[in-house]
């Protein structure tokens, strides 16, 4: 036989849940934005959670309210449970509970929505939230049969206390997240790429919402989806490929904010020596216009550490930006940032601004003295692990004071690598069950893709790892520059662009 205080149980189980739950959303919402449980990593499924709370809150409240008409002694129409006041039982408390269920409808809704609705306007309707647990606060404190009891007492003081410190937690270092973030980008080379997901290789059309010059020749660029959809994670140091209409192929690092699902931020440099890629962006591209891209792809992600020493030079800036924007407030880390002059240096006022005491600034035409990096990577942070993108000759210079082991370096261009004279290689697809025989004088992607094997290439440089490919059997010849040697052999990769085989026969995953 059924219990019949079943629904009167519902219904206070529902609301206590509601109400914990309304909380843990807004604490998570808050630690999220003030990066307080902010990892080195995208904190995007922190983001889920944070969502997935307030979703489960929202059903909790769903089940309350049924639950308020179902039950035989509180005996609640539809109507008093929808319509401020129409009760007679506590109105201002009841009503008081129902403007915070209309409220958390609305900041719901406004997050499956957050793509379609101004930034602006969904910021104030999310800070909603606040309000929505203050409410939610009154209406518990004053309504319900558990009122008085030592439990619900301390449930209640528990509830109000933790909101109340990660608001004022989130006053108090608010103003840094609540910053503007401009867009910003890359090209280049480290770590983890096998098994990249699908996605990796897809191409998706996605709008140009914005673009701005955020130093002399380079660009700012945000890119948006056509419909409502949320972009595949990401985590710093990863790039994009750009899919040109003039049928150029171009990377540029991600330079935004991992944690933000609804858009993708580069920043595009005016190269003098362009080929066409960094020119037709600099001359064609509008808001509005569509774009193919393919990614992210990360060979230049951030590993666990204690203390960084990043170095940029130039339009390298924008792979180190992604990965300053997502350490946390506590992380030891300082910045070189080299460039031919201030104007040129995109974001290099906003990072001393917002990092002061960690960012130093090396502007040709403000110092005469050259940069003095032995001085600054022997006695800045000895232990520190070293990430480095920008030109050649910064990359070689830093690479010759840092020992490898705490090394990660992102280049634009192309190692000179001394090759031995190139052999014939008979390359095995294994799950295309073909044979290659691939001759000296051809690349090893060119000759899969001319017997129209499922292969990718970028920039045939071996800088890009659009290439990338497993190696199943045989030895490869690494002639690229995308990562260390000993990394790509314990991952067992091969961009087969430039890198070829030093045995005779090569089993590819293909
Ligand atoms: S590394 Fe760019 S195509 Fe091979």
Redesign the pocket.
Known sequence: MIDPHLWWYVTRASAIIAWALMTASVLWGILLSTRVLRRIDSPAWLQDLHRYLGGAALVMVGLHMVSLMLDQWLKFSAVEVLVPFATDFKPLPVALGILAFYLLVAVQGSSLLMQRLPRRFWKILHYASYLTVLLVSFHAGFTGTDVGTWWYRAVAITLIGLTTVAVIVRMVTGTRSGRSRTPVVRSGATDVSVGEPAHVQEKRSMVVASVTTVADGVLGIRLEMHEWERLPLWQPGAHLTLHLPNGLQRQYSLCGDPAERNHYDIAVLHTRESAGGSAWIHKNLLPGMTVEVSGPQNHFALEPASEYLFVAGGIGITPIKAMIESLPAHRVWRLVYAGRSRSTMAFADELVARYPGRVRIHAGDESDAALNLAAIVTHGLPEAEVYACGPESLMTAVAALVPARHLHLERFVALLRVAPAAQPVLVTCRKSRQDVLVPAGQSI?TALEERGLPVL???????????ELRVLAGTPQHL?S?MDDAEKDRLRII????SRASTSTLVLDV
């Open positions: 992607l290439g970028s920039c045939r440089t071996g800088v890009c790892g659009t290439c690229d995308v961009y087969p662009c430039v």
